[in-house]
Each structure stands twice: as structure tokens, then as C-alpha cells.
Nanobody
Framework: QVQLVESGGGLVQAGGSLRLSCAAS???????MGWFRQAPGKERGFVAS????????YYADSVKGRFTISRDNTSNTVYLRMNSLKSDDTAVYYC?????????????????WGQGTQVTVSS
């Protein structure tokens, strides 16, 4: 079992920055990890992912160049740095872990999920 706990969400003005953290505990952290988000009335969608090593990262087109995913395998933590935030980024952000190293954009590839952290961007 792997437990994931997100933190770092909050209210920020458009153009501002936030850094989300996802602390993992359990059998192993050496998994591909992803961030997803869900806005009110919308499906949960892919934001970013990192391979187990962290050497390869992937981003949704809507956040490319503004968001950065990173991980610290010594502290079992994955981060999402969000810059130049827009009102469209307002959502609940979820951290997810893949048991088989999948680091793609499909929710079905991840089976460990955190409880989510709210990010609200005011315009």
C-alpha cells in the first residue's frame, strides 16, 4: 500500500505562484508519479507526470512552460511548481502513483491517489 498526502494549495492572484507537495509513505516510493486536477463540473484531467527516476517528465499542453514537476526520492516527495497561474488553473489538484511505472496521461494508469488540495486563482 502507498499513501499519498498533498499540501500547498491555497488562494493566489493571477500571475502568482504556488508549490504543491505530495508526501508518499508505504512500501515503496520508486513509482512513476503524476498530478491531475479537477475543476467544478469537469472531469479529472492530466497535468504532469514524472518517471520513477525523475529523468523524464511530461506535461499537459495547457501547463507546459508554466508548471514543473520534480521529485525527491530520498524524502519520498513529489512537487508541482506552478508559475504564472491563471483563473483556468483553479481546481482540486491530486497526486497519483502508478504501480507499474506508467507515467502517461491516463487516469487508469494510476491506482494510488491522494485526497486532493484546492488551488484557487483569483483574477
Amino acid at each position: 500500500q502507498v499513501q499519498l498526502v498533498e499540501s500547498g494549495g491555497g488562494l493566489v492572484q493571477a500571475g502568482g505562484s504556488l508549490r504543491l507537495s505530495c508526501a508518499a509513505s508505504g512500501r515503496t516510493f520508486r513509482r512513476a508519479m503524476g498530478w491531475f486536477r479537477q475543476a467544478p463540473g469537469k472531469e479529472r484531467g492530466f497535468v504532469a507526470s514524472s518517471t520513477r527516476s525523475g529523468f523524464a517528465t511530461y506535461y499537459a499542453d495547457s501547463v507546459k512552460g508554466r508548471f514543473t514537476i520534480s521529485r525527491d526520492n530520498t524524502s519520498n516527495t513529489v512537487y508541482l511548481r506552478m508559475n504564472s497561474l491563471k483563473s483556468d488553473d483553479t481546481a482540486v489538484y491530486y497526486c497519483a502513483g502508478s504501480p507499474v511505472g506508467y507515467s502517461g496521461s491516463s487516469r487508469s494508469g494510476y491506482d494510488y491517489w491522494g485526497q486532493g488540495t484546492q488551488v484557487t486563482v483569483s483574477s
